[in-house]
């Protein structure tokens, strides 16, 4: 069966440092990929998603990921994090034939200190 | 300018209510979903619809049912709220596979 884990359940650093969430998936084929941001009491946002090509994968508020097929991964990158980047980060996967049906992680809270 | 708006943000029923939870999408998507978030579980999939009046369970549809009358609108009924339904909800719309969703902002119910 398809799943999706994020072994960190929470991640502090501070701020102006570098950021790495992990994400590590299991599925048949070539998955449909996403990055997620929730701030507190609100939604999910759309940061980046990846389906074909170039395996590095731009997205909004200056962060990047990328797919690594041999280690099933998709990580998620920022150089440089601010302190409105403190959130909870959820990556998706497209599942089964349909794949507009994703399977969620758990999340990642991430905490940055001043 | 808000794509996905749900209802209600906080809401607070008794045990044993119909709760409706309603969410509306004007992107002209076809395929609408409804989560549930809880802490240390993720995102878990009620119901989804993948066209007007067409509906299909999750991995957690029992105590919920919904509803597609329009393109644009998709309801989740709680018929008699537990307080193990306690929770946030989720609603999301989507085009086509692979773009992603666009989510709504919750609503945050409590079941006393």
């Known amino acids: 069966a398809q799943s999706v884990t994020q072994p960190d359940i929470h991640i502090t650093v501070s701020e102006g440092a570098s950021l790495e969430l992990r994400c590590n998936y299991s599925?048949?084929?070539?998955?449909?990929l996403f990055w997620y941001v929730q701030s507190p009491g609100q939604g999910l946002q759309l940061l980046l998603k990846?389906?074909?090509?170039?395996?590095l994968v731009q997205g909004i508020k200056g962060f990047e990921a990328e797919f690594k097929r041999s280690q099933s991964s998709f990580n998620l990158r920022k150089p440089s994090v601010h302190w409105s980047d403190a959130a909870e980060y959820f990556c998706a996967v497209g599942r089964g034939s349909g794949t507009y049906k994703y399977i969620f992680g758990t999340g990642t809270r991430l905490k940055v200190l001043a | 300018d808000v794509k996905v708006t749900q209802s209600s943000r906080y809401l607070v029923k008794r045990t044993g209510e119909k709760v409706f939870l309603e969410c509306v999408q004007d992107?002209?998507?076809?395929?609408m979903f409804w989560y549930r978030q809880d802490p240390g579980l993720g995102l878990r999939l009620i119901y989804f619809?993948?066209?007007?009046?067409?509906?299909e369970k999750g991995d957690i549809p029992e105590g919920y049912s919904v509803s597609r009358e329009k393109k644009e609108r998709f309801s989740l009924i709680l018929e008699s709220a537990s307080t193990n339904q306690t929770s946030m909800y989720l609603c999301a719309s989507g085009a086509r596979a692979g773009y992603g969703y666009t989510f709504g902002s919750g609503t945050r119910l409590t079941v006393v």
């Open positions: 992107m002209d998507h076809e395929n």
């Open positions: 619809s993948y066209d007007v009046k067409m509906k």
């Open positions: 990846y389906f074909s090509g170039d395996t």
């Open positions: 599925y048949g084929a070539t998955p449909y």
